[in-house]
């Protein structure tokens, strides 16, 4: 594989538009809370095209992984919040606790469903998240269907300011961080032999496995890289954020829906799409919250059926073809 | 003591599990048909448990009659989401129509949801009981129950003695041969496709007389998941297969739920379907064909 010079230029536009919401934050504070919305939405579409995009293959129970990354902080922090000095290594063992888990829960279920092509893989997935919720209550682990409060860890381990600071401001900045470390480790998958095995899998699975292509290997690194950026979006948009977590809202269904919608509205398998699908879906919903309250997915799902039907490849895989041949061919990937 | 209960709660299971079996033959068959998941069937369910309850708190009429309306309900909206979105869909990969049919879940739940509310429901229907000595059973689950075995019966006759029938499972067999020989595939694929959202649409009648508390428009995500474990157990592809697979369901839903109901420090109810996802997956790893027939 030879180095092409600019290799790497497409993800100016994708880096771009991140630092653009960081600063417009920064520059409009009362405009915040609008940036931590759209970046939880660029994000989490940013997380699921690794593994929609790339594969093909729809992950209905995608947000147990979202989920167990928010276990993976909300524990973390309760369990040390009496350890003395612990400060900021709460916070890193908290992220590497919500990485570790969703990338364990990835592991065993992508173990049974990976073998499992297109509709068995989907009816294997669709549970994971209720199945997974059920575990937690049924079991009585992890303090069962009462959920985890953990305010006060978290203003005992960083004091009252900081704590308000980590919720308020921190938690979006590492939101914005997590969105774009997905979008350049997904244009290190592109371009690398991880990113051709896939393509060839997602036009032909029994082609590429032919012509020697271990495909399950892949689908395994795709399936894992995804489930972790998604622990890390929980740990961070989720729990740092909220500071509780309770089972029925972690494992909600309504996240996988919304990140369906954001892949496809932006394109799927593409680098741009998530930012310009979860910016897109991100804005009409704050539109929609204030003219008509309670319809986003009745509008957004007809536009779903609309788009698979008429227009499957989205926004950023209708511009690419526009582009191609142009000087900016390189900057929308 | 416990003999007695597991027995009971083992007859409920069965009463249980046929009308299960028979809100899983729609799946089943639009799956052996055209090729489709439907993602969205829980929905389709939830369009039947609504309209038993209008007929029954509206118009005063006894559930039953609430059958013909939920059948022509369900087949209209079969016929109208086949010819807008599905029959574009037939040659597309398998995550069009995936996300297809679970947008039009969504809508149906978001539609409900304007009209009814989204708080939960019920309807109370007396019909008397039955007294079996270890449980008893209402008339009304009892209906509900024969009412879904008559409705498998029925499928299995339409399939087996009727022209239309035998036309499709003739698509199922070689879509290309029954063209060659004047089938219109089309055809065959819409009305399966109707027939299997009408039985589902109607499933959600039976189930209401069984259950007919918890009526909510989001009821139906519960079901899509039981649906799939139940169809995957019958071999995804056969209805007759989904109906026993559903007695088979019913059974162990009851009996688990009453083995861990004596384990202190767990919730039995939430375990119970946490078990019913892990047999999904212990079924798609070692038998994805279903438990009947091997192919």
Redesign the interface.
């Known amino acids: 594989m030879s180095a092409r010079p600019g290799k790497y230029l497409a993800l100016i536009p994708v880096l771009a538009a991140y630092l653009g919401m960081f600063v417009f934050g920064r520059v409009q504070p009362d405009m915040w809370q609008l940036v931590a919305m759209l970046a939880f939405y660029c994000c989490l579409g940013q997380a699921f095209n690794l593994f ?1 995009g790339m594969t ?3 992950d ?1 129970g995608y947000v147990a992984f979202v989920g167990v990354g928010t276990y993976g902080m909300a524990l973390t922090l309760s369990r040390l919040s009496g350890v003395e000095g612990i400060g900021f290594g709460a916070l890193v063992i908290g992220l590497l606790a919500a990485a570790g888990m969703s990338a364990m829960l990835s592991i065993a279920v992508g173990a ?2 990976l ?2 092509r ?3 893989f ?3 997935t ?3 998240n ?2 997974f919720r ?2 937690i ?4 682990i992890w303090n ?2 009462e959920g985890i409060i953990f305010s006060k860890d978290l203003r005992a381990i960083f004091g009252r300011e900081t704590a308000i600071a980590l919720s308020t401001f921190w938690a979006d900045v590492f939101v914005i961080v997590i969105g774009a470390s997905a979008a350049v480790v997904t244009l290190i998958y592109m371009r690398s032999k991880i990113g051709f095995a896939l393509t060839a899998l997602r036009e032909d699975e029994d082609a590429a496995k032919v012509i020697g292509i271990f495909v399950t290997k892949y689908k395994i690194i795709a399936f894992i890289t995804s489930a972790v950026f998604a622990g890390l979006l929980g740990a961070t948009a989720w729990a740092l954020k909220l500071t509780y977590v309770y089972p029925p809202d972690a494992f909600e ?1 309504h996240y996988t ?1 919304e990140a ?1 919608i954001i892949v ?1 509205l932006g394109g ?1 398998g593409t680098l741009l799409g998530p930012v310009v699908g979860g910016l897109l879906y991100g804005l009409s919903k704050y539109w929609l919250a204030i003219i008509l309250p ?2 986003q ?2 509008i957004f ?2 536009i ?2 609309v788009i ?2 008429a227009f ?1 490849e989205g926004t950023v895989g209708y511009l690419k073809k526009k582009v191609r041949g142009t000087a900016l061919e390189r900057y929308i990937v | 003591m416990f003999a007695e209960q597991l027995a009971g709660n083992l007859i409920q299971g069965l009463v249980l599990g046929s009308i299960y079996g028979m809100a899983t033959m729609g799946l089943s068959m639009i799956f052996g048909v055209l090729q489709v998941v439907n993602v969205g069937h829980g929905a389709f369910i939830m369009i039947g448990a609504f309209t038993t309850m209008t007929v029954f708190t509206k118009l005063g009429l006894n559930p039953i009659f609430a059958i013909p309306f939920a059948l022509v309900i369900g087949m209209a909206l079969g016929f109208l989401f086949y010819y807008v979105v599905m029959q574009r869909l037939i040659k597309a990969p398998e995550l069009a129509s995936l996300l297809a049919t679970f947008s039009i879940g969504i809508i149906l739940e978001e539609t409900v949801k304007l009209t009814f509310g989204s708080e939960f429901r019920g309807f109370n229907w007396e019909t008397g009981k039955l007294d079996l000595g270890v449980t008893v059973l209402p008339y009304s689950k009892l209906i509900a129950a024969g009412g879904s075995a008559l409705v498998a019966l029925l499928l299995y006759l339409w399939y087996h003695k009727t022209r239309s029938g035998t036309a499709v499972r003739s698509v199922i067999e070689d879509s290309e041969g029954a063209r060659v020989c004047g089938i219109n595939v089309n055809w065959a694929y819409a009305l399966s496709f109707a027939l299997g959202i009408g039985l589902t649409v109607t499933s959600g009648v039976f189930l209401t007389m069984f259950i007919p508390v918890g009526i909510n428009p989001y009821m139906g995500g519960g079901y899509t998941v039981k649906a799939f474990v139940i169809a995957v157990l019958g071999g995804l592809a056969s209805p007759y297969g989904a109906f026993f697979g559903g007695l088979i369901f019913g059974l162990m839903e009851n009996g688990s739920y009453t083995i861990l109901a004596t384990i202190k420090g767990v919730e039995p109810f939430a375990l119970t379907r946490f078990f019913s996802f892990v047999t999904l997956l212990v079924i798609l790893l070692i038998r994805p064909t279903g438990l009947f027939k091997s192919q």
Request: proline content about 5%; hydrophobic content about 60%; overall charge neutral.
């Open positions: 929609l093909g293959y729809v209905f049974v469903a073998r499992l297109g509709a068995y989907a009816i294997a669709i549970g994971v209720e199945g059920y575990f209550e049924g079991a009585r069962g269907s269904i829906v369906i496809m799927a309670g319809f997915l009745l799902a007809p779903i059926l698979i039907v499957p």
